[in-house]
């Protein structure tokens, strides 16, 4: 081995090191203390140079020689490199390096000599010759060596773990060995598996017993879409892929164990000694098998505050291992913390703190055990390895701390139902093996369930072809109904279908067409098919591109993040300070709607699937996101029949009708009623347009050019026939009657063709979807409460669970130790990494919009005599006259730390909504609001850079203010703005005078402007003192553009944004504790007149007209104090028409449709 003749030398002057020459091109340098093992003595070479003091001079004092025995590869590793050199700093330290061709050549007896020894197994290391020259020279072990071979079998991991008490996922061990047939017994279900008498439910993650084997798979279930995610050693910048094979594999040895959920983040573990630990965290590489890299290609990961009991399993693990340096896996999941994986001897990249810290732990614990033995002068240090850090935010403006938000699914086929009571035995038998008596309701929906449902079908189908006359009382149109339904699509994938059986002890009385002629005598079992409800591909597009749009609810943003829009959240995840929760309903539409939404939100990539089953949770177990539609509360009963009552009589609707119907004087419901006139006659309209789009299609059905044409999401001309017969039977009785509750069906069923199958071009369809829309915004709204009081108590009934999380959710957080916390000592490039934001989505059906928005609109949160902003908001919902897919309720919680903590200003909340999704091209378009406009964008500085919101894009640039008049020289953009700068491809810049329409490009119809105080630099100031930022919100008529035929949606409308924390916990506080049906009693006398219907006119109209420019003239409405030299731009204000007003309007309209006041 050839040297260089580099010498280093004590403080003495004494030579102490030799630099070795054979570096590798890709490894590091040795720095001064560390030598090859070429310039050091091996065992048999010791005597024969005792006495050659020319040859070879020794320090006046021994020096401890540390030995590094592993590949190449791992001991020229840069963190090696890095802590070896610091290692060489201790006086008495040196490092010599076996060499690879020495460790897999030579005989242990020809191996350096050292006094310590770190020695580590990886790929082609000899670890038995390790253990042979342990045995011969005895030094002292850094990491053991025959527990290495435990470590290199998962099952021995394992085993030692639950020795230690340490948590660790729920698992079985699959062994297959001829010697061993016990333990080889596996049983596959479709939606399980069975390993030794263990059943694992999937999600479940299957791992070969040999730990150098990386190719674990994790299987989901069929409701999430099945499949499964395949985990392997990272290839460039992949570490899973996505297949769509279910099974298990037939052959090797493998370890199944339970599935934790942790929001799609690891978190790995180092230790260096039982009291010191370093946890750093990543993105699962299950979630989109995309790994995030920085921009010199290294995986991206964030140091993370490990807890208490975190570190107490750190020091147990590096124990029983007897690893003083050792990595492994944590997984944070429910609350607690397992450990799935022990990867023995790893080193942190990247960190220089770390980098100081592993060679100050090591080269104490070597002095502290050599140094006495060897004589060696030396006391140990007494400074504190881990001085403990409290978090602390930076700067002192106001703070995001928490966001919750409640939002609709996306857009769905039409929800399709049939029922039927059943008596046949084998009804009863499956109602009874899955515990329907329990609870007198059964729900079905696993494919095997769903395939015993079927065979039952086909079964009884085939008895009534042979025996006509047998006793079987289920129809045969209803069984062959069931039967087709359960028969679609050729197999049970994903959650597209249900039944309900319900347990009637005196059978089902006669309630509508689709019943029995007449009740029988005993019990029977109402069974309730689901089918349809399914999220579409439009559906997809709109939560992915709201979830992408959400991301600019947070500020800023660092670093390679830094002036990008969106930005904030994305740094604020990917460094671990962001606590992220998803719920969603047990609907596949909703847990799909959340997944598309966590994936736009967090930039994933791939299939749904993956992120569904680790990012979404379900809250069905305590009804928080759920709702039975099939058990009406005895109030919902009363507003129904009283509701169907008012809705059957066949006149035009009178001054009482309003009264009875209207009696919160919504504006949207007034219109609606106005459109319809004579409800009867409005349904006998309808019911001849259904008949007549049912004609146009079977014709279309017997043209042979279109017989098999597709429509949209794989639907066919014959099913677009079953659903719309199927509602022109239902809709309208033998006697003539109509069933109101079909008219939200009806009106899904138009509105979904009308947008995505319009290019049948069938007639009439508009017309039909205007008339229909008109009925289902009166039914749909009034079927939860027409008065206040119903619609509080039906409230209750449904989101009770809800209001209690979200008072929850306001909690301060940053003392809770149950989230991922970003280590303040060890984060490069973060410069706040005390702050915290949690974030809590909750994505339900319609049911829950309507009762969480009554509680906010008719609960007392503020008295709209009294506060302008919140009348000007209650009079923006009255306007909205559908809750669309995608509607979405948002509650942000703000933290000034400049102020007393004990003080009601610490913290701010504000309360915005979005309708959601715009309606057909026809439709009227929805008031404007006044916009999307947090408060806490007043606080100088805290600005975001740029975002786009539910389809709006905000622009803040500085534009000069000549005078305190309207702003002037306003540059609109229909782009993204970069550092004064249009990003690719938006290339055309446009420059009008405020007020000057006239000029304006087409796209630029429906802009809204906002404005907001924020001190600019000194640099970019103007002589006038009319400086202001402004924030340009640009409506685009187009939507979203990543999707054909998907409509976009309807901007945030902030309803408040100077509310306290006091004020919104005092009101959750009354609306859970109170008995809402009794409100009018127990509500304070201040707040009652919310509940008192007289004091509300059903004249309230919307105060929004149409957009249109502002001028000076008009008096805008300020809602808070102006900072000196800042003027602000708001929307003008109409005054409320009065009852009086009302009345004349709704008996003579006038022609232009407009209030004369």
């Known amino acids: 081995m050839s040297v260089a003749g580099v010498e280093g030398r004590d403080q003495h002057g004494n030579t102490t090191f030799l630099i070795a020459s054979e570096n590798e091109p890709d490894q590091e340098p040795k720095k001064e203390g560390m030598k090859n093992a070429g310039d050091m003595r091996t065992g048999e070479e010791e005597h024969e140079e005792e006495d050659d003091d020319e040859e070879y001079y020794s320090p006046p004092e021994r020096q401890i020689v540390v030995g590094i025995c592993s590949m190449t590869k791992k001991s020229q590793s840069k963190p090696m490199t890095q802590i070896m050199e610091r290692m060489c700093k201790f006086e008495y330290i040196t490092v010599v390096i076996f060499p690879e061709e020495v460790i897999l050549n030579e005989p242990v007896e020809r191996w350096p000599l050292c006094d310590c020894l770190i020695s580590f197994h990886s790929k082609g290391f000899p670890l038995d010759k390790a253990v042979e020259y342990a045995k011969l020279r005895n030094p002292l072990l850094i990491n053991d060596l025959k527990m290495q071979y435990y470590i290199q079998d998962r099952r021995e991991v394992y085993r030692i773990l639950q020795e230690e008490g340490i948590d660790l996922p729920r698992y079985a061990v699959l062994t297959r060995d001829p010697d061993r047939p016990e333990e080889c017994n596996l049983v596959e279900g479709e939606d399980q598996v069975e390993v030794n008498g263990e059943v694992f439910p999937k999600p479940f993650v299957e791992k070969p017993v040999c730990a150098e084997d990386h190719n674990v798979y994790i299987y989901y279930p069929t409701s999430a879409g099945g499949g499964s995610q395949r985990l392997f050693r990272k290839i460039g910048s992949r570490s899973s892929v996505y297949s769509p094979e279910s099974s298990v594999r037939k052959t090797g040895s493998y370890i199944y164990e339970e599935f934790m959920p942790t929001d799609g983040t690891d978190v790995k573990v180092y230790t260096v000694g039982p009291d010191y630990a370093h946890a750093e965290a990543r993105k699962s590489p299950a979630l989109d098998g ?20 975190e570190k107490l399993v750190a020091r147990k693990v590096c124990l029983a291992f007897k690893q003083t340096v050792c990595g492994f896996d944590l997984l944070r999941a429910n609350g607690h913390s397992y450990v799935c994986d022990v990867n023995g001897f790893s080193f942190v990249k990247n960190s220089m703190k770390y980098y100081d810290d592993c060679a100050k732990v090591l080269g104490n614990m070597v002095m502290r055990e050599l140094a006495p033995q060897f004589h060696i002068p030396w006391s140990i240090p007494m400074e504190a390895e881990d001085i403990p850090i409290v978090p602390t935010t930076s700067g002192t403006m106001m703070e995001l701390r928490c966001v919750i938000a409640i939002i609709r699914h996306g857009d769905r086929t039409p929800k399709q139902k049939m029922k039927m009571e059943v008596r046949h035995p084998l009804f009863f038998e499956l109602f009874e093996k899955y515990g329907g008596y329990k609870s007198g309701k059964l729900k079905l929906k696993k494919p095997k369930q769903l395939q015993e449902v079927l065979d039952i079908a086909r079964l009884l189908l085939a008895e009534l072809g042979q025996h006509t006359d047998c006793e079987i009382e289920e129809k045969k149109g209803k069984l062959e109904q069931l039967k087709t339904v359960l028969e679609m699509y050729g197999h049970f994938s994903g959650i597209n279908r249900k039944v309900q059986l319900t347990y009637l002890p005196n059978g089902q009385p006669k309630a509508s067409s689709e019943e029995e002629e007449g009740p029988k005598e005993g019990p029977s ?48 995840h990917s460094t671990y300070r962001h606590d992220l929760k998803i719920y969603a309903s047990d609907e596949g539409r909703v847990q799909m709607t959340a997944a598309a939404f966590a994936k736009g939100l967090l930039a994933l990539e791939g299939e749904l699937t993956p992120i569904l089953v680790q990012m979404v949770k379900s809250a069905n177990m305590n009804g928080m996101l759920d709702s039975d539609s099939e058990s009406l509360t005895d109030c919902q009963q009363r507003v129904k029949a009283r509701l169907h009552g008012i809705m059957q009589k066949d006149q035009d609707f009178t001054e009482a009708d309003y009264e009875k119907l209207a009696p919160t004087g919504s504006p949207s419901l007034v219109n609606s009623m106005k459109i319809i006139g004579n409800p009867v006659r409005t349904c006998d309209k309808v019911y001849a347009l259904i008949q007549s789009l049912n004609s146009q299609i079977r014709k279309r059905l017997e043209d042979p050019k279109s017989a098999n044409l597709q429509l949209y999401h794989s639907e066919t001309l014959e099913l677009m026939l079953q659903r719309w017969s199927k509602l022109e039977r239902d809709f309208r009785n033998k006697s003539g009657r109509y069933d109101i509750s079909k008219i939200p069906d009806i009106y899904d069923c138009v509105k979904y063709d009308t947008q995505h199958n319009s290019t049948l071009g069938l007639e009439d369809t508009l017309e039909l979807f205007r008339l229909s829309r008109a009925l289902a915004d009166i039914v749909i709204p009034q079927e939860y409460g027409i008065n206040t009081s119903e619609k509080l108590d039906i409230a209750q009934a449904y989101c009770l669970p809800l209001m209690k999380k979200i008072q929850l959710d306001l909690q301060r957080t940053h003392e809770d130790e149950a989230v991922n916390k970003l280590h303040p000592l060890y984060s490069r490039g973060v410069m706040s990494p005390g702050r915290h934001v949690r974030t809590r989505l909750y994505f339900t059906s319609e049911s829950h919009v309507h009762s969480l928005l009554s509680i906010f609109r008719y609960g007392g949160l503020l008295d709209v005599v009294k506060d302008q902003q919140w009348k000007q908001a209650m009079d923006y919902l009255g306007a909205v006259p559908e809750l669309n897919y995608m ?28 309708p959601g ?51 002037r020289g306003l540059v609109l953009l229909p782009g993204l703005l970069f550092q004064g700068h249009l990003l690719p491809p938006f290339s055309h810049v446009f420059t009008s005078v405020l007020g000057d329409q006239t000029a304006w490009p087409r796209w630029v119809s429906g802009f809204r402007l906002l404005a907001s105080p924020l001190s600019s630099a000194p640099s970019q100031r103007s002589k006038t003192e009319g400086w202001c930022n402004v924030l340009l919100c640009l409506l685009s008529a187009a939507g979203f553009e990543g999707c054909s035929m998907v409509p976009s949606i309807y901007p945030l409308e902030t309803l408040h944004n100077s509310l306290s924390l006091k004020q919104v916990d005092e009101f959750l506080n009354a609306v859970l504790v109170l008995n809402l049906s009794d409100s009018h009693r127990h509500f304070p006398a201040a707040l009652s007149a919310l509940f008192d219907t007289s004091s509300q006119g059903y004249g309230q109209t919307p105060t929004y007209p149409p957009p249109r420019a502002l001028s000076s003239s008009e008096s805008p409405v300020r809602t808070h104090a102006h900072p000196p030299g800042c003027e602000y731009t708001d929307l003008h204000v109409l005054p409320c028409p009065s009852d009086q007003h009302m009345k004349q309007y709704r008996k003579a309209p006038p022609a232009n449709g407009e209030i004369t006041l």
Request: charged residues 25%; negative net charge; glycine residues 12%.
């Open 525 to 572: 079992l109402l069974l309730v098919l689901k089918w349809g409800g399914e999220l579409t591909p439009a559906g997809r597009v709109q939560a992915e591109e709201l979830g992408r749009a959400f991301r600019c609810m947070y500020p800023g943003g660092q670093g390679d993040y830094a002036g990008f829009p969106g930005c904030g959240l994305l740094r604020l």
């Open 917 to 967: 999704v715009k309606g057909c091209e026809d439709e009227e378009k929805i008031p404007l609001g006044f916009g999307f406009r947090p408060a806490s964008a007043e606080v100088s500085g805290f600005l975001c850079c740029g975002c786009f919101v539910g389809g709006c894009v905000c622009l803040p640039f500085l534009s000069a203010c000549p005078d305190p008049g309207p702003l």
């Open 887 to 914: 509607t979405q309720i948002v509650i942000m919680l703000y933290e000034d730390n400049n102020k007393d903590p004990s003080s009601e200003e610490r913290f701010h909340v504000e309360l915005h909504f979005s």
């Open 290 to 309: 995309k790994v995030e890299r920085d921009s010199e290609g290294k995986e991206i990961r964030y140091p993370v505050m490990l807890t208490a009991m």
